[in-house]
């Protein structure tokens, strides 16, 4: 049996699955911001022409995944897998896309860290040659996630200071063995769910932190790469509060992130003037920004190599009421530029 | 690069990576039952000491990793994956026992098909050579999952005769590319979404049927095996009307399931004098099933090749309420006898 581990928590991809298509679709407010050209579609509003937001999520979801597919001229009959999820109770937006698309369906969830997840895995299926060409996406929607994890938006209540503001934005990348490549999967590194005791809702980003901080520390300590051999390191939603305790917690451990090399995509995708406090979040967050602003400037050239690395906070209405903490978990993919 | 793809649906696992350990927890109503002589633990009450049942859940899907764990005398260190999930909003079950495994956490949803999928990912990390030793896991609990899709217990309200009982209980596997096997794993089929329009959330064996025998006819179709080349097709909780329909549509499309081949966990999980009315169900159902009754047979050689078919409704409190059919999925793997 071949062995592509190296380390305990890391997989190094000897086919090296390339990313040839994605899409992303996304609310009025991230298409104000940074990324507005490079998005494949703006809602007008939140509702996308449907009667919940929670069907809205679900078009949104769908509608990534087939202008993905149509970008690259595949048909969905071709596509062998779809592995995704979101932040519904039981991921239904991304149940009821699947149903659409009719592909067989691989449901991940991993909080705001899914679209990472669904990486890892999609590479893992084609890298291994169990699968061609496979579908990984993630998507989440503010006002379904508002009324699921904190209060519905109707009671108006104000946002703490700390609180980041979930995206509304579905992103999918196609995953196959070949293909013109916006970006070659070279290395993937599995997190573990990490919990420092933060039982604040509203605080995520701190709830995240340690776990963005254990999955990098294993994967520099794995693969001997270091901070400085990646043009940038990304993490997936860590906001102001959660990003500055990465950079402390990396700088204790020995891998200070270098000034200039570090991307929050919950920093960059809103415009400043919109009020989010601590940044953006959600699935869809790291998923739009993957679309819209990493794998561009992997394809040309901008960037050489990067880690993509999406967080998620794994908490529930339920575990919160009930004063569980909240525990975090990060997964985290090496991207490399282009075709070889 | 290799292809260990045979047709559409299906996955050769060239390796053949083996369930070397398995464990199941069960509450005491399913400690009654058919296999009572075989699971690691009957609890003695549902909230298995703990101050909710969502917390009894969560205590129940770590014992049956730890007690997996234990029987192949693996230290948890050496663990370099649990993939696995449960029926709580956002898996915290599972989550949960990931933070105090301290295992790199991959979360699955695929309601009751869980323990499938897992299997289905497990096997695929091993069989690359990507993992060392993992753990699947799936797990439910009958009093979270009533008051999450249905009714608080506390209502009292009557059961239909459709109907089917939640099950108490959590299941684990140990998945290697060596050790003694109870059984290897052989081949996998991954489920597409498939939706009939059923709307009753108290009538999800109709709701999983369609999607059982899509999956079913595509794994033969794919492997080119009959119904005939199983010692046992086993579904995970169709339960009565599920399993009735499955034959029908499996008869109607040329494999029908020949009499004495089939079995169907939610129907053998529980005593017949339970007043459970349709079956057993939640993806506790199949990992309990699998770990006390499936896995002995094979490992004994009474059984030598099943297909092990665990099937999910997808169906959330929000989407019921917004009136949304309820999309069924199943993933099957082929589990054959002990070691070669």
């Known amino acids: 049996m071949p062995c592509h581990r190296i380390g ?4 190094e991809f000897v086919h090296q699955p390339r990313i040839i298509s994605s899409a992303a679709v996304v609310g009025p407010k991230e298409g104000r911001g940074p990324w507005k050209e490079a998005y494949d579609l703006v ?12 069907q809205a999520e679900h078009a949104m979801f769908q509608e990534a995944c087939e202008r ?33 698309l009719s592909i067989p369906f691989l449901g991940l969830y991993g909080a705001c860290s899914t679209m990472a997840e669904s990486l890892v895995l999609g590479a893992l299926l084609v890298d291994g040659g169990y699968a061609g060409p496979v ?11 508002e009324r699921q994890y904190r209060f519905p938006l109707e009671y108006g209540n104000q946002r703490t200071p700390a609180a980041q503001w979930t995206v509304t934005g579905a992103g999918a990348c196609l ?24 039982k604040d809702a509203n605080n995520m980003g701190a709830a995240m932190a340690p776990a963005a901080s254990d999955t990098l520390l294993h994967h520099f300590l794995d693969s001997g790469k270091k901070p400085g051999d990646y043009d940038r390191i990304i993490t997936g939603d860590l906001g102001k509060i959660g990003s500055s305790i990465l950079h402390e917690l990396m700088e204790e451990r020995g891998f200070p992130i270098p000034e200039g090399k570090y ?22 967050c790291s998923a739009s920004v993957l679309s819209a602003c990493i794998l561009p400037r992997l394809q040309s050239g901008e960037w050489k190599r990067v880690l993509f690395m999406a967080t998620g906070a794994l908490l529930s209405p339920t575990t919160s009421q009930q004063g569980e903490s909240i ?7 090496v991207l490399e530029g282009g075709n070889e």
Chains 1, 2 share one sequence.
Do not use: W
Not at 8 to 11: D, G, L, V
Not at 135 to 145: I, Q, W
């Open 8 to 11: 305990h928590h890391t997989i």
């Open 43 to 54: 809602l007008e509003d939140a509702l996308f022409g449907q009667q919940s937001y929670e």
């Open 68 to 100: 993905c597919l149509k970008k690259a001229e595949m048909p969905r009959e071709r596509v062998q897998a779809l592995l995704g999820g979101d932040l519904l109770n039981q991921i239904m937006a991304a149940s009821l896309a699947a149903r659409e």
């Open 135 to 145: 579908v990984c996406a993630a998507g989440s929607h503010y006002c379904t996630a």
């Open 327 to 333: 525990p975090g978990v990060a997964h985290a993919v």
């Open 175 to 198: 995953v196959a063995e070949e293909g013109k490549a916006l970006a070659r999967m070279t290395c993937a590194t599995i997190g573990r769910v990490v919990d420092m005791g933060i």
């Open 263 to 284: 991307m929050d995509c919950g920093l960059t995708i809103f415009n400043a003037d919109e009020d989010i406090h601590a940044g953006g979040s959600g699935c869809g």
